[in-house]
């Protein structure tokens, strides 16, 4: 994805207070041209233009696709998601679920919940009006703690929550698209899927920085769960 123009690259003033990771962090947001593109678009963060060139590469979003969106805030994806299949308020397309609060995004229903509950999937096929989901995607990822052997395993374990979720809610020859960290235990996860989707593949998209670990499983073909 090519931009028309890409920003001068700003300089941070010194601020008395401010951490040197802060620092960092800040500096690199100034001069991330996918920062300055979602804001012109109006997309509420860059992770917008993942699941963009996501399905550039896989063409998964087809207009009158039922779509879920776990952990959704601040809404991004769903954004996304709200555009390329064509939902509308009148006839709504898109449910996004989370325990952070969103804004609402038209044509999307966005519920604060926590998608581990026993409830969840039911409340989900209600709001789709009785019907599952042709696609589930998730671009979640769990608290770190900044040791890698702990911090991948959390996010393992909220992702094998995801997909558990997924295959109670997805209909036959659905899609399940969420993000992945490389660290070694991923490879018996991506095996479960291969037995349950009749094709899996992973990407990382230009929007992802550069520096990160992650990557994103795209699982086309639902065959229902195998044991």
Known sequence: ????????????????????????????????PYVAEAHRRG?????????????????????????????????????????KVKSTPENPLVVGMDLLPADPIPGALLVQMDFTSDEAPKKLRDMLGGRQADIVMSDMAANTTGIHSIDHLRIMGLLEMA??????????????????????????????????????????PDASRKDSSEFY??????KGRSE
């Open 43 to 83: 997309y509420r963060g860059r992770a917008a233009f993942k699941i963009i060139q996501l399905d550039d590469q896989f063409h998964f979003f087809k207009p009158g696709k039922r779509v879920v969106d776990l952990g959704c805030a601040p809404g991004g994806w769903s954004q996304v998601a709200v555009q």
């Open 217 to 222: 499983v795209i699982a086309t073909g639902f």
């Open 163 to 204: 997909y558990d979720f997924a295959v109670q809610v997805l209909t036959p020859g659905g899609v399940f698209i969420a993000k992945i960290f490389q660290g070694g235990t991923e490879h018996q996860f991506l095996a479960q899927m291969k037995r349950d989707f009749t094709t899996v593949k992973h990407a990382k």
């Open 1 to 32: 994805m090519q931009f028309n123009s890409r920003p001068l690259k700003t300089h941070l003033k010194k601020v008395r207070g401010r951490t040197a990771s802060s620092s960092k962090w800040l500096q690199r947001q100034l001069n991330d």
